[in-house]
């Protein structure tokens, strides 16, 4: 089946706003966590700034929450065109090693860094007063250990010291098996939305839920065209559906809401809120985009389109790079103009590091992890 390209641009777009969003962490903490950090800009305007809807623009949870509602878009939009079982034994036998090989890539390069000494993230934290950056890479590094992470203990033991991004990829994981093990059980079934309603209320409060509400929404697309036809005539619906998904992607998940436009939806009973908001917005968006045209041909640009192509090894790469070649970037300009002058120096030079090593790692490592998955599949589970 064709991609469908528009999705590959809003994974690009999802993707660089994690890379905004942790240049901020480092940098900016205040922008982030909110009052009681320390702060760079005139008057403290961070804290402000922290809890407004202009969040969403370093929102990375709220990008993250985008990555897993595609993922069960996209696993099982394929199943719901064919209704073929083997598209779900190919595809649940090809995930661990889509996966494993880049994941395992991005730890080896971080090992190679702590061990020659490479990273310049605890200085950088110092100043920038980011307790989140003085926190990173402070172990004396692992040969064998790091080889373990990066196969082992990040999708199944919750361990990533060497890339600290790594901790969404057991939620991809597992989460993916969720997918699958939802298709095989109940994918032909003629009452399935007893089984979305019921898996809904079980991982409401956990990241699980974007998986299934991307799965529910490729449902309705292959399956449900008279009702979103509806929708898709409705534009003012359109218009309420992404107003309400960016407002709720915009909602703070590192400070508390007192004080802020978000107070009035500060619900306990909802356990870990931002999540829930954040994977409900991302939600909304995802129905919007599928019926808007005019956001199907902006996602669909060319730079967008680039940004999906290299998202995954851009994903897994940046963060090495920010806590080597960003912050000693960063810790040359500081005594030599105003801080946020180094900040925005030291982001716009790593932009094209990032995006060129990320090109030869998608190019050079995330594809032939592709190609070995299909291998796998083809070799030893294929049926004739």
Request: aromatic share 22%; proline share 2%.
């Given at each position: 089946?064709?991609?469908i390209?528009y999705?590959?641009?809003?994974r690009?777009l999802?993707a660089?706003?994690v890379v905004?969003?942790?240049?901020i962490l480092?940098f900016?903490p205040?922008l982030?966590?909110?009052?009681?950090?320390?702060?760079h800009l005139?008057?403290?305007v961070?804290v402000?700034l922290?809890?407004?809807v202009?969040n969403?623009?370093?929102d990375?949870?709220?990008?993250v929450?985008?990555?897993?509602?595609?993922?069960?878009?996209?696993?099982s939009?394929k199943?719901?065109?064919?209704k073929?079982?083997?598209?779900?034994?190919a595809?649940?036998?090809?995930?661990?090693?889509?996966?494993?090989l880049p994941?395992?890539?991005?730890v080896?390069?971080?090992f190679?860094?702590l061990?020659f000494?490479?990273?310049?993230?605890?200085?950088?934290?110092?100043?920038?007063?980011?307790?989140?950056f003085?926190s990173?890479w402070?172990?004396?590094?692992?040969f064998f250990?790091?080889?373990?992470?990066?196969f082992?203990?990040?999708f199944?033991?919750?361990?990533?010291?060497?890339n600290k991004l790594?901790?969404?990829?057991?939620?991809?994981?597992?989460?993916?098996?969720l997918?699958?093990s939802?298709?095989?059980?109940f994918?032909k079934?003629k009452?399935?939305h007893l089984?979305?309603?019921?898996?809904?209320?079980v991982f409401?409060?956990t990241?699980y839920?974007a998986?299934i509400?991307?799965v529910?929404?490729?449902d309705l697309?292959a399956n449900e065209?008279?009702?979103l036809q509806?929708?898709k005539?409705?534009?003012?619906?359109q218009v309420v559906?992404?107003?309400?998904?960016?407002l709720?992607?915009?909602?703070?998940?590192?400070?508390?809401?007192?004080g802020t436009?978000?107070?009035?939806a500060?619900f306990?009973?909802l356990g870990?809120?931002?999540?829930f908001?954040?994977?409900v917005?991302?939600f909304?968006?995802?129905?919007?985009l599928l019926?808007s045209?005019r956001?199907q041909?902006?996602?669909?640009?060319r730079?967008l389109?680039f940004l999906?192509?290299?998202?995954?090894t851009?994903y897994?790469?940046?963060f090495?790079i920010?806590g080597?070649?960003s912050?000693f970037?960063?810790?040359k300009l500081q005594p030599?103009?105003?801080?946020q002058?180094?900040?925005?120096?030291s982001?716009l030079?790593?932009l094209p590091i990032?995006?060129l090593?990320?090109?030869?790692?998608?190019?050079?490592?995330?594809?032939k992890?592709?190609?070995?998955s299909?291998?796998?599949?083809?070799?030893f589970f294929?049926?004739?």
């Open positions: 089946m064709r991609k390209k999705l590959d641009g809003l690009g999802a660089f706003q905004f969003h942790h240049f480092a900016f205040a982030f966590s909110g009052p009681g950090i320390p702060t005139a008057d403290g961070e402000s922290s809890g407004s202009l969403l623009l370093w990375g949870n709220f990008a929450c985008i990555f897993f509602v595609l993922s069960g878009f996209v696993l939009h199943f719901f065109i064919k073929e079982t083997e598209i779900i034994t595809s649940a036998v090809k995930r661990y090693f889509r996966l494993a994941v395992a890539f991005s080896l390069v971080a190679v860094f061990q000494s490479l990273f310049y993230n605890n200085p950088a934290g110092i100043i920038s007063g980011s307790g989140w003085l990173l402070n172990f004396k590094p692992n250990e790091a080889l373990s992470q990066g082992i203990g990040a199944f033991a919750n361990v990533f010291d060497y790594l901790w969404t990829i057991a939620y991809e994981f597992l989460g993916s098996f997918v699958f939802f298709l095989a059980i994918g079934a009452n399935r089984a979305y309603a019921f898996l809904i209320l409401f409060q990241y839920l998986f509400l991307g529910l929404l490729s697309i065209k008279k009702l509806k929708f005539s409705q534009k003012i619906w559906f992404l107003l309400f998904g960016l709720f992607g915009s909602f703070p998940i590192g400070r508390d809401l007192e436009i978000y107070a009035f500060n306990s009973w870990e809120q931002a999540v908001y954040h994977v917005g991302a909304l968006v995802m129905i919007v019926e045209r956001l041909h902006f996602f669909a640009s730079v389109l999906g192509e290299i998202s995954f851009m897994l790469l940046h090495i920010l080597s070649f912050s970037v960063f810790l030599l103009m105003a801080y002058y180094a900040v925005g120096w982001f030079l790593s990032i995006f090593v990320s090109y030869l790692a998608h190019i050079f490592i995330d594809k992890a592709v190609n070995f299909h291998f796998v599949y083809e070799k294929k049926q004739d």
